[in-house]
């Protein structure tokens, strides 16, 4: 049983296609997913299907929602309690983290926050092909405080989308004005919470930007 860890997968049929011939996954495995997962967008028939091919694969999909999702698809999906947090469950197999939501997964503790701004928004219609829940509610940072309290601040992983502002700037890019309160806060958590290594998606690029801060897109580290 092991867990693996990989950037936006934007709906990339043949990328999951590459791990399972890459990887060789066994029964109990996890993958997880930093956001912008993107099999629960076109929410179209060839979609479901395919979602239902995933629930054949013999490891567990957790996904972090990403700002590129189709987010009234996604809370259709029935919530539940699963490893000590709260989920959409996809299939039986393919499952939604919720945003400020701590799991116990392989003997350990992951936080979650997804979300993120769209910069592409000028090329992108409204409840189209991008929605205004793609950013956090004041409602899910209180829940993301409330968790992460009763786990005395403390995790193993830390999965986000985006990453803390400071972070955004070691990389060489610039803080978006509309991303800076989910950054902030991000970064808020960057010097409260004691953690081994954060992960996260949202800027294309496979880049260990501090020892303890790790961007990932196409990459797929084994923990």
């Given at each position: 049983?092991?867990?693996?860890?990989?950037?936006?997968?934007?709906?990339?049929?043949?990328?999951?296609?590459?791990?399972d011939q890459s990887i060789g996954w066994q029964n109990g495995d996890f993958l997880l997913v930093c956001?912008?997962?993107?099999?629960?967008?076109?929410?179209s028939q060839p979609e479901h299907d395919f979602l239902d091919e995933l629930e054949a694969k013999p490891y567990t999909?957790?996904?972090?929602?990403?700002?590129?999702?189709?987010?009234?698809?996604?809370?259709r999906y029935p919530e539940e309690e699963w490893c000590g947090g709260k989920i959409h469950r996809i299939r039986k197999n393919v499952i939604h983290l919720m945003r400020g939501e701590?799991?116990?997964?392989?003997e350990k503790k992951l936080f979650t926050m997804g979300g993120a701004y769209s910069r592409d928004r000028y090329r992108r219609s409204l409840n189209v092909s991008y929605w205004q829940e793609e950013l956090p509610t004041p409602s899910e940072y209180h829940t993301a405080i409330r968790n992460l309290a009763a786990h005395t601040n403390q995790v193993d992983l830390v999965l986000t989308h985006t990453c803390p502002t400071e972070i955004i700037r070691k990389m060489g890019c610039a803080p978006d004005a509309h991303d800076l309160e989910l950054t902030g806060f991000l970064e808020y958590l960057m010097y409260e919470l004691r953690y081994n290594h954060w992960f996260f998606g949202h800027w294309h690029k496979d880049e260990e930007v501090t020892p303890k801060f790790t961007a990932l897109f196409s990459r797929v580290i084994k923990l």
């Amino acid at each position: 049983m092991a867990i693996y860890v990989t950037g936006d997968t934007h709906g990339n049929r043949h990328r999951l296609a590459f791990l399972d011939q890459s990887i060789g996954w066994q029964n109990g495995d996890f993958l997880l997913v930093c956001g912008d997962f993107g099999f629960v967008f076109e929410d179209s028939q060839p979609e479901h299907d395919f979602l239902d091919e995933l629930e054949a694969k013999p490891y567990t999909l957790c996904f972090l929602d990403g700002n590129h999702e189709n987010f009234p698809a996604l809370f259709r999906y029935p919530e539940e309690e699963w490893c000590g947090g709260k989920i959409h469950r996809i299939r039986k197999n393919v499952i939604h983290l919720m945003r400020g939501e701590v799991y116990s997964i392989c003997e350990k503790k992951l936080f979650t926050m997804g979300g993120a701004y769209s910069r592409d928004r000028y090329r992108r219609s409204l409840n189209v092909s991008y929605w205004q829940e793609e950013l956090p509610t004041p409602s899910e940072y209180h829940t993301a405080i409330r968790n992460l309290a009763a786990h005395t601040n403390q995790v193993d992983l830390v999965l986000t989308h985006t990453c803390p502002t400071e972070i955004i700037r070691k990389m060489g890019c610039a803080p978006d004005a509309h991303d800076l309160e989910l950054t902030g806060f991000l970064e808020y958590l960057m010097y409260e919470l004691r953690y081994n290594h954060w992960f996260f998606g949202h800027w294309h690029k496979d880049e260990e930007v501090t020892p303890k801060f790790t961007a990932l897109f196409s990459r797929v580290i084994k923990l």
